[in-house]
């Protein structure tokens, strides 16, 4: 079974509750952010948390 299809699912199932998703832009990066209704400048801190892999760590 190809391991990213649970994640692209699941990623699906946000879509159709109308919500959006970050992900970590690093190799090997867990971290997903999902919102929806938020303000854009929320989304900008958002965005720069999933981009900073330092601020929210490496996987353990």
Same mark, same amino acid.
């Given at each position: 079974?190809?391991?990213?299809? #649970? %994640?692209?699912?699941?990623? $699906? $199932?946000? /879509? ?6 970050? =992900? !970590? #832009? +690093? *190799? !090997?990066?867990?971290? =997903?952010? /999902?919102? /929806?209704?938020?303000? *854009? ?6 965005? +720069?948390?999933?981009?900073? %892999?330092? /601020?929210?760590?490496?996987? =353990?």
């Amino acid at each position: 079974m190809n391991d990213r299809l #649970p %994640h692209q699912i699941s990623d $699906a $199932a946000a /879509r159709l509750a109308e919500m959006q998703t970050l =992900r !970590g #832009p +690093a *190799p !090997g990066c867990t971290v =997903r952010i /999902r919102f /929806r209704a938020v303000a *854009p400048d929320e989304v900008a801190q958002l965005t +720069a948390v999933a981009a900073d %892999h330092a /601020r929210h760590g490496a996987k =353990r």
